[in-house]
């Protein structure tokens, strides 16, 4: 009987755990730079680009980020900080190609970046905050 109970609460933690492992997030840009090839004239080392405005719905292990009605799928997993590292706690990453996001799912602050070493005008980074739209 303790063993059956014992799976029983099992079942429903790892169902707790996985609610709120899903959710969908209303995100906006703060800022979005793209280096500059070579430093200009005043010193200034980043251009700066338009900020995204766009809708994050990830579940488990999977990211949807839709702008503009498109979307692009992200496969996460949640970040494990190494020992003596000061990494994010509750925090997932998210990877599509050479595209990344970082979501922190206790402040709901994310950075995104763009890293294609084969084309470095497609090189950026951003980093914004979401609102937490539904569950």
Not at 103 to 131: M, W, Y
């Amino acid at each position: 009987m303790k063993i059956v109970a014992g799976i029983v609460l099992a079942v429903l933690c790892s169902g707790l755990a996985q609610a709120q492992s899903r959710g969908a997030l209303l995100c906006s840009e703060d800022m979005s730079f793209k280096p500059k090839e070579h430093p200009a004239a005043d010193g200034s080392l980043v251009n700066v680009t338009a900020t995204r405005r766009y809708s994050l719905v990830w579940s488990y292990e999977y990211l949807n980020l839709i702008s503009a009605g498109k979307t692009e799928f992200f496969e996460c997993i949640r970040i494990k900080p190494r020992l003596n590292e000061a990494a994010p706690r509750n925090s997932i990453k998210c990877q599509n190609g050479v595209y990344f996001i970082t979501i922190d799912l206790t402040k709901f602050t994310f950075v995104r970046a763009n890293l294609d070493p084969q084309n470095l005008t497609n090189v950026e980074l951003a980093h914004g905050s979401c609102k937490l739209i539904g569950s």
